[in-house]
Every structure is written in C-alpha cells, then in structure tokens.
C-alpha cells in the first residue's frame, strides 16, 4: 500500500497476488454454489455480497493476463466480517442472546470502520479526478487510523484528506461514522460491563458444596435467607449460595452481594434456559431452593410459575435435589405430576398457606405455642438487658432456642427415654424430646417422641432444644464413669475412654428445627373432667351450661348446633374417621344446611368455640380453610372434644372452599361482617377458646402497607366490646331457654370475660410492621422485628414471614418439613396427599385396628399451676421440679411456659396478658398462674387432668 495502489510486477513473481487468488478462486466458486441454491436468481444477483464478488473476483484475474497489479477494491471483502456471527453461532460457538447481540455489533462496526478507510487510501492514492492528477500517497493503516480519530471526533489533523474526492468521501462518511460510533459503541460496552459482572459461570472449590437459589430473589427476600441460612449458630456453614435470576440486582441489593461475597454468587439468567441452568452448575448444586413472593396479587399465578422452575430444573437434572415454596395447597398436586419429583430423595414443597392456617389451627388448641414452634425452627441470638422489662429478658432468652440433633453417648445406651430425658435435663443442661428408631425389620428409621417403655440402643440419635450446637456436644460426651460427680455442666467435655473412642457413625450436632415425631398433632387437650365433690362438669376448665343430671350414662347432651356430636358408640359406628384414621370424617353437606342467620347463631349453644373472622371478597384468592379446620378434627381428639367452628364471613366467598370443607364435622357459617358487633355477640365471642382473624383479599400495589386493615380493625373492635349481661335482639328469640342460658343465666354457667381484650384472639398480618397497631399499650418501635414485638411474644399475632426459616432448616435436615407438617397440620401424611390431590376431598374409611392405631399419637397440653396434681408447683418451686415430677409420675414432659406479663397478678383481669417462655432454665421460679406446655403420652380413657382455658 505504501507503493500506491497500482504496481507492475509479473504475477508468478508476486506472492500476495496469488494468494489473493487462492481466495477469489475459492469465493468464486462459493458464488456459484449460492447461485444455484438460490430461489429468486434475480434478487441473489442484487445482493449486497454479490456486488462485492462483482468488484473482488475480475480484478483479480485480469491482473495475470495484464501482469500489472491493482489492489482496487479489494477492501470491499471486509464487509465480508459481518457473517461471521453468523458462521459462529453455525458451529455452536455463540449461544446466549447477549454473545450474538455483541458479535453482531462488533463485526459491522469493524467491517465498516475498515471498508472506509480502503475508500480513503484508494482515493487519495489515485489522485483527483477527471485525470488522477496530485495523488496523495497514504498508507492503508494510516488511512485506518485517520478513520477512527475522524469518527471519534477527536480529529487531531496530523493526517488529513487532501485531494477534492478524498475530502468529499470524508463528509458523507462522517455523517454514518458519528451514528456509528455513538450508537454501536455505548451498546457493545454495556454488553461487554454486563457480561464481566453478572453473566459469568459458577466456578467452586472442589469439594465444597453450593446450592442455588432462585424465584422471587429480592433485596428484602434475600436478606431474611441469608440471615438465617449463614447464622452463628449454625456451627460452621460451608455452603456457598449461588443466586440466579432474570434481572440484575439494584444498589442496595448489590451492597449485600459485596458484604457477603465470599459466601455469595449472583448470576443473572432464566431458571428456563437451560445454558444458565449450565453457568449456575445446577446438576452439581446440593440443593436448588425457590423462594415464593408471599406478597404477589394472584398466588396460582405465582405458584405455576415457581412449579414451571422445577419442571425445568428437573428436565436438566433428575437428579437435583429441589426445595419449593408454594402458596396455595391445592399447586401441591401439581408437583406429583413431575416424573422425577420424589420426596424421598430429599424434593420437598413448603406450603406457605398450610403451614400458616396451621400454626394458627395450633393456637386455637394451645394459645402461643405457635409463637414457641416459630422461634425453635429460626435461628436467632438473644441478649438481655437489664433495661427490659423482666418478662422480655424470660422471652428472648427463650428465643435463642433452637432444635438439633446429636448422637447420645454409650453411656445411655438401656435407659428408657424418661431416664435419659431426666439426666439429660438436670445433668447437662439440655431438652431431650425425641429419639430416632430403627426398626428391626430394618425399614426407614422412624422418630418417637416422649416414648414410654422402649429401652434405648447405643448410638441413638436425640432431637434436643438447646442455645447453641456446641451446647448439645454435652449429650456425645457424656460418660458415667468421669463426669458422674460433675456439677458444672460446661465442665463435660471429651474424655479419653475406649468407648467414645470406638464410637462410628457419629453425627455432628446439626441445627433441626422441627420438634416432634410420627404424625404428632399440638393440641391442646380438653377433655371433660370428670365431677369431683359434687361440682358442676367442666368443659375445657369451665362449667358446662347443662345441669350435671343431663349426662346420662357418660354421655353430654348437645345443643342445636352440636346435632353431630352426640357420643358415638365407637364399636358399631362404622365410618368416622377419614380413609387415613388420622382425621374426624362425617358425610358431605351442603353449605346451606350449615349456614346461621344472626337469631339462629344466638340461640346456638355456642361455648368452648372457635370462631373464624374472615374479610374475603366473592373472588379472591382461596386461602385454603381446609387447613385451618382439619387440625382441629383430628382424630386422637375424642368426638365429643371437638370445638366447634363458627366462621363469620361472606357465603359467597365460602361457597368457593366448601368443598374441601364438606366433609369435615361441627362447622358453622354466619353470613356476616367480622366488624358487626351484633354478629359477633351473636357468635358469643366473649365465650370463644380462640378467635382467628384472617384475610383472603388481595394486597393493593398502591399501598401494601394497609393489606391488613380489616384485620386490624376487627381485632380493636372486638378489645374495645364490653359483655357481661348485655342481651341483643332477646326480644326477637323468644322464650328459647337455649339462648337465656346463653345469654345470661350465670347460676348454670360461669360468665365470659367482661372485657373484649380478654378474649382469646390470633390475627393473621401480611405486613409485619403492622403489628405495631394491634397493641396500644405496648411500646414497640415500628422497626422492631417481628418475633420481639408483644403480640407476637403474647401469640396474638402471626405473620407469613415468619416461616422463611423453613427453607433453610428443610435444607439442613431432610426430615425437619415433615416432622413440622405433621405436627402442624395434624397428622397429615404422604397417603393423604394423594387422596387430596385428586381434588375430590376427604374419603370415609371403616375403622378398623389398623386405622384407630393411628388415634395413638402424642399430643401437646397447656396444663394450669393454678390447681390440678401439679399445682403445688405453683407455689414458689422451681422448673426442675416441676420437669421432673411430671416426667416420672405422669410421664408428661415439660417443653416451656405460658406465663402472665405482670407477674405480680394473682388474677387475670382486663389488661392481663400472657408470653411464651421456651425451656425455661432449670431454676426458674414458678408461680401459681403459669401454664405449662407438655408433651403426654395418648390416653383412651379420660385425662386424670382437668385441662385448663388459656386466658389472655
């Protein structure tokens, strides 16, 4: 190029002139082939690469027969550049959109950037026209470098055009230059900045395990995961977390990824792509977690969404274990229908509607030990301060109790279970609840809880409460031999016996955060106590409205609305119970025959019942009331234990859920507001055991904050009611002796609370820092979290959020959700999934031994100090001896309080409140209003204990 643009040297002398032939003989024939293949021979001819062979390939052969060469308009080949994306993506090179979209933009800024300046050194070489007079000599790279200064619009001037075509080419390049350079250029470096951060691939340590996570990743969401996922507590995490998501994160967002970035991988991609399923190395993760927003406006949507994420992620790899957050109940079917989805290799779904209906059915049978269960299952640390209150130092040092497992040393190996509950608690320190069996038929190892006369083998493996993992070393450590005599428990540390050192298939003390084994349900118990000392019957710790001579050969006479309840003769009843035996089973009915006007609701003999609040438009999303109900209907209640269930709401709206309603027994529906008063009176709500307010309407996007108005509402509404002998619409109900006793005979049955903040409440909140409003005497700050505010110490408050532990505590410990689920839901199991997911309901099933078996199950109490065989304990004992006495002459185990906030009460009176106190210390003072949570073993016949009402 520095010798001009044309030279006169033979052809067989000149080497880059036969290699420039090799070329054009090769894209002549190239051009052929296209010809051929081309459909419209006329439009192929005008093509853009076409001119390019016109004005590449003749040259080139005339210059042999001339021996003169010409380089011309050779240069025209580098629009040739622009196929290669196209040739790349041919041979499996390019695969992402973003690759292709840069390559593109690259090649035609290349091809044309080079294409100008062969037309710059071509003109200037020649010279002017109309004679080629004054040709500038310029190289080709110079001319290259002139180009990029022009576009650049830096223009330096050191080279400059200077004949008359050259300087006229320069102004019209210029023009497509500049658009050029501004538009291609920004867009290739926002590729090339995108690519570097987020679109790389994971690339981990060998041997150390990642999991991925994905769906609903926000900053907020995130956050509360990582919290819990990477806590202090859960003794050395070696997990990394790999983020993928569709979006690229914001700031905020970002500085977190930069705090924990060396624990934390952020990649964005589809979960639907199967190359970023590649880049996130999901067939090597431990686990893929997909986290649900609990906030979006239409939850099927959202469900369908995260279940198409698993069906992808499974069609990539069968083999990829995969934690799912749900919404609804019913999208659990769905993931049945996935041919590699099996719950044994670890799959499991966590369904946010039925697990939080549950904690609330939970309540209803023991008040608080849905906060107690919540704050077990999350990692949390506490520190007390002298400046709370003394009830907030007793709660919070309870918070910062968590379950785990450890494997029990030899030196328990014959015990009993209670022998080794009694050591483990008053030698070391720690809460044993239950054991891991295996059975001798050597099928899947099965968790007993507070088990009665099996000894336990060596190496027995125990669910224990605790602080801290290192707490629970204590149970492995442990030996008879050199720490018998120890009185402190941190002293009991590993000693060099043979046999702990012989000890195999140790497991380290891992977080575990469910409490209970089998298809245990936490109820709350309340049997009839039996008349003692010609005292009225009592019902659930209050006198019954009926006279005693109405109980005729151990049956309760009922009222209008019990016309189920009479006491079945179990032998000859033949389908009572589900096809499962775990829950309470009666014919399908129809909704009408279950629905109340307000007279009816008043003339029912309500009492010991729960009523359900629900704020509901006729199309809002279902919330799924078979879960709420079906906990209160299991089967190790006895018939006639049942609480009835008045829900207060919408008929057009339950008319959508009663479907998986219709099966289930003692339901009642009041078409009513939840905000009237005289519904409410109607219900008697003052005599209610628990009353739930819940929410099925959809948050509004313009302000989430006031998503739980009603509730709050409903719930100062029913504080700010006084009863007492208040009698509404008597006038209308006649001489109905049913509802004088009702109303106002106090001489057959004693009063409810005066006050409506005496009664037992629970309210469901979408937002957590609404629950500031439902208290107005508390002092909470609105950016309290929400496991230290009162209501929820108190148990009158419940939120979602809180169960986004259980995807890290599902994570950790396979059997966590299904021990959970099934003391949650009441016994729910994978036999009775199935039958659900066929969308027809519960199914009746004979009793047979078989399925009255499954009635033997552990259940949770709340026994009162206040009187009963354990009320002596009341009276200034400590905790240990009540945990004690319980375990060995009751077999009861003791698992934490219920206490009043102002200790110095010896009455409960409108501005009592209680909180829950898991495992408390060993010497902890008792006083005689505490209420106890126990695990008891099942019972056939009646309780020796009159298990007393909870009040608030």
């Known amino acids: 190029s520095s010798d001009g643009v044309e030279q006169c040297v033979p052809w067989i002398e000149n080497t880059t002139q036969q290699i420039d032939l090799a070329f054009n003989i090769f894209f002549m024939v190239y051009f052929f082939i296209r010809f051929i293949a081309a459909s419209d021979k006329f439009w192929f001819m005008l093509e853009l690469y076409s001119f390019v062979d016109y004005f590449t390939i003749p040259p080139s052969f005339v210059s042999i027969y001339l021996d003169r060469t010409w380089i011309g308009l050779r240069f025209l080949r580098a629009l040739r550049l622009m196929t290669v994306p196209d040739i790349l993506q041919y041979l499996n090179i390019l695969k992402t959109s973003t690759s292709i979209r840069l390559a593109q933009l690259i090649s035609l800024f290349v091809s044309v950037w080079l294409t100008g300046a062969g037309v710059v050194h071509l003109l200037e070489n020649s010279g002017d026209l109309p004679n080629f007079s004054e040709p500038e000599p310029i190289t080709y790279w110079n001319a290259v470098y002139f180009l990029m200064v022009t576009m650049s619009t830096v223009g330096y001037g050191d080279i400059t055009c200077l004949t008359e075509v050259g300087r006229v080419f320069q102004l019209m390049f210029l023009a497509v230059g500049l658009m050029l350079f501004a538009g291609v250029l920004p867009e290739i470096l926002e590729l090339l900045g995108q690519r570097s951060k987020w679109m790389g691939s994971y690339s981990g340590v060998k041997g150390k395990r990642h999991i991925v996570v994905c769906g609903n990743i926000t900053f907020e969401s995130v956050s509360v995961f990582l919290m819990d996922f990477l806590h202090e507590d859960r003794d050395d995490v070696d997990v990394e977390v790999v983020f993928l998501h569709r979006a690229e994160p914001d700031l905020e967002f970002e500085g977190l990824l930069k705090r924990q970035h060396t624990r934390v991988k952020y990649f964005q991609g589809s979960l639907m792509n199967a190359m970023d399923l590649e880049r996130a ?68 779904v966590i369904c946010l509607a039925e697990l939080k209906l549950g904690f609330i059915a939970q309540s209803c049978l023991a008040p608080g030990f849905s906060t107690m269960m919540a704050n077990l299952f999350a990692m949390r640390s506490f520190i007390t301060s002298p400046d709370m209150a003394a009830w907030q130092n007793d709660y919070l040092q309870g918070t910062g109790c968590e379950m785990y497992t450890e494997t029990l040393s030899p030196s328990f190996s014959g015990m009993t279970f209670s022998q080794a509950s009694e050591l483990c608690f008053v030698k070391l320190k720690l809460l044993l609840l ?162 109340l006007d307000r007279n009816q609701a008043a003339m029912t003999v309500l009492n010991g019942h729960v009523v359900v609040c629900l704020f509901a438009d006729p199309d809002s999303p279902l919330i799924g009331l078979r879960n709420l109900v079906m906990p209160l209907r299991a089967s190790n209640f006895h018939y006639h234990e049942l609480k009835h269930v008045v829900i207060v709401g919408a008929v057009d709206y339950l008319r959508r859920e009663w479907k998986t309603l219709q099966n289930l027994p003692k339901i009642s ?142 994570y950790f410990n396979q059997n966590a959700l299904t021990l959970i689920r099934s003391l949650i839901t009441g016994g729910a199991t994978p036999e009775l999934e199935i039958i659900l997911a066929e969308g027809a309901g519960l199914r009746g099933g004979y009793s ?59 009455t409960v009176d409108a501005t009592s409140k209680r909180y829950v106190i898991t495992n408390p210390p060993f010497d902890f003072g008792l006083l005689p209003t505490d209420q106890v949570y126990v695990l008891l073993p099942f019972e056939r016949k009646q309780s020796r204990f009159s298990f007393s009402e909870t009040e608030v």
């Open 848 to 906: 047979t031994p078989d399925t009255l078996s499954h009635r033997d199950r552990c259940r949770v109490g709340q026994i009162s100090l206040s009187d009963g065989p354990l009320a002596t304990f009341g009276e200034g004992r400590k905790y240990q001896d009540l945990f004690v006495a319980s375990l060995r002459n009751y077999g009861m185990l003791c698992i934490g309080l219920y206490r009043l906030r102002d200790a110095a009460l010896t």
């Open 669 to 810: 529906v009041l078409n009513g507001s939840p905000l009237s008063r005289a519904d409410l009176r109607a219900v008697n709500v003052n005599l209610c055991d628990m009353c739930v307010i819940l929410s099925a309407k959809v948050p509004s996007n313009d302000d989430p904050t006031l998503a739980d108005k009603e509730a709050i509402l409903a719930s100062l509404n029913i504080k700010a009611m006084t009863f007492g002998d208040i009698i509404t619409n008597i006038e209308s109900m006649g001489d109905s002796k049913d509802a004088l006793n009702n109303m106002g005979d106090t001489t057959v049955k004693r009063p409810g609370p005066i006050y409506g903040t005496n009664v037992p409440m629970i309210t469901e909140l979408v937002n957590d820092s609404n629950v500031q409003f439902l208290d107005q005497d508390d002092d909470d700050d609105p950016d309290t979290e929400l496991y230290l505010t009162q209501p929820f110490a108190c148990g009158t408050a419940f939120a979602v959020s809180v169960l986004d532990s259980l995807m890290s505590t599902t």
């Open 434 to 595: 239950a054991i891991e069996v295996k059975p001798i038929d050597g099928g899947d190892t099965k968790i007993s809880i507070n088990p009665q006369s099996s000894k336990m083998p060596a190496n027995t493996v125990g669910f224990f409460i605790a602080q801290s993992a290192e707490e629970v070393k204590r149970a492995w450590f442990y030996c008879k031999a050199c720490h018998e005599d120890v009185k402190d428990e941190n002293l009991i540390k590993k000693c060099k016996c043979k046999h702990l050192a012989n000890k195999t298939g140790a497991t380290p003390a891992t977080p575990f955060s469910a409490a209970l084994s089998k298809p245990l349900l936490n109820i709350k118990n309340s049997v009839m106590a039996k008349e003692e000392n010609g005292s009225k019957p009592v019902m659930n710790g209050r006198p019954t409205n009926k006279p005693a001579d109405q109980q005729k050969n151990g049956k309760m006479e009922v009222g209008i609305a019990d016309d189920q309840a009479k006491d079945f003769d179990f032998a000859k009843t033949e389908m009572k119970y589900d096809s499962t035996g775990m829950f309470h089973w009666t014919p399908a009915r129809s909704i009408e025959d279950c629905i």
């Open 281 to 348: 190395k999901v067939h090597e993760a431990d686990a893929c977690l997909v986290l649900a927003n609990k906030y979006c406006p239409d939850p099927d949507a959202e469900d369908a969404a995260n279940i198409m994420r698993v069906i992808s992620m499974k069609n990539y790899c069968e083999e990829s274990r995969i934690i799912i957050q749900l919404m609804q109940y019913h999208n659990k079917a769905y993931l049945l229908n996935i041919p590699s989805w099996d719950w044994k290799q670890g799959d499991d």
